[in-house]
């Protein structure tokens, strides 16, 4: 056990290090900026074509989509069956707000459904993308926000970091700060974990609409994700298709694989998506 949390905490680093290198090479390509050299002309050419890539969000956004699929996987656990799932965002200069919701049934004996809507309100620009998500379980009154174990909604405080559209190397931290987060002690009372979850990932664009897409999850201590403390949550990966229907609207269908080797069930997953979006 001890040999495994310390292999925890050597990929924990090194997910941090890889995060930490678009601000260091970042840096380096915006060093040197008012000298008309060989160096700064180079160093000019490599800041436009791989990190300073992102345009400042202009006036009034919105995106859409819904899609089926074969299964709920959320962060590599199986967590429902059959569904449908869509989501709707608006913003402004970078500022933005998210409705997601999945309606769905818990497994293929289709007797027990399971309806979630989730909220997010966040701030998105340079890469950088800051959010509140609420997890709303319609089992719960909607602002309660007490603490119980594995029951209830869910208040999170999500980073993500993106390299560029050109290096989409992403890395998220996600720690839930309110409602439901826990887990029993030995005298069976609730005790608060801010439970966390890391995860880097990568998505390579391949020709003809063709993506694929792994990420590696972990969970840095004990808490609602695994009750024995530090642990690889989860490795996926994803491979996917695009569509264009006109300019505004895509259909896609993807493939995908999880396995999360902390879980006694369902240690390996497969869904399989087809959806339609507004872009």
């Given amino acids: ?19 930490a290198l678009p601000f260091v090479f970042g840096a380096s390509a915006y060093a040197g900026d008012g000298e008309k050299s060989e160096v700064s002309d180079q160093k000019s050419e490599i800041r436009s074509k791989y990190f300073d890539d992102y345009s400042a969000p202009v006036g009034f956004t919105y995106n859409a989509q819904v899609k089926m699929q074969a299964s709920y996987l959320w962060r590599g656990k199986y967590s429902g069956g059959p569904n449908i799932q869509g989501s709707a965002n608006v913003g402004y200069g970078g500022l933005y707000f998210d409705m997601w919701w999945n309606i769905g049934v818990t497994d293929w004996t289709f007797k027990v459904f399971q309806p979630e809507v989730d909220f997010s309100l966040g701030f998105s620009r340079w890469g950088l993308n800051v959010y509140v998500l609420y997890i709303y379980n319609f089992n719960t009154p909607f602002f309660d926000f007490g603490n119980y174990a594995n029951k209830g909604n869910r208040l999170e405080l999500d980073v993500r970091y993106t390299l560029s559209s050109k290096i989409p190397l992403s890395i998220l931290w996600a720690t839930r700060v309110a409602a439901s987060d826990g887990y029993l002690d030995e005298n069976g009372n609730v005790v608060r974990a801010y439970s966390s979850y890391a995860e880097i990932s990568y998505t390579q664009n391949l020709r003809d609409g063709w993506s694929v897409y792994g990420a590696i999850g972990v969970t840095p201590w004990k808490g609602t994700y695994n009750p024995n403390g530090a642990a690889l949550q989860n490795i996926e990966f994803r491979i996917r298709k695009d569509w264009d229907l006109g300019n505004r609207c895509g259909l896609m269908a993807q493939g995908q694989v999880a396995v999360s080797p902390m879980t006694a069930i369902n240690v390996i997953n497969l869904n399989a998506t087809v959806g339609v979006y507004l872009k």
């Fill in 1 to 19: 056990m001890v040999k495994k949390a310390q292999q925890i905490k050597r990929l924990m680093a090194l997910m941090l290090c890889i995060g």
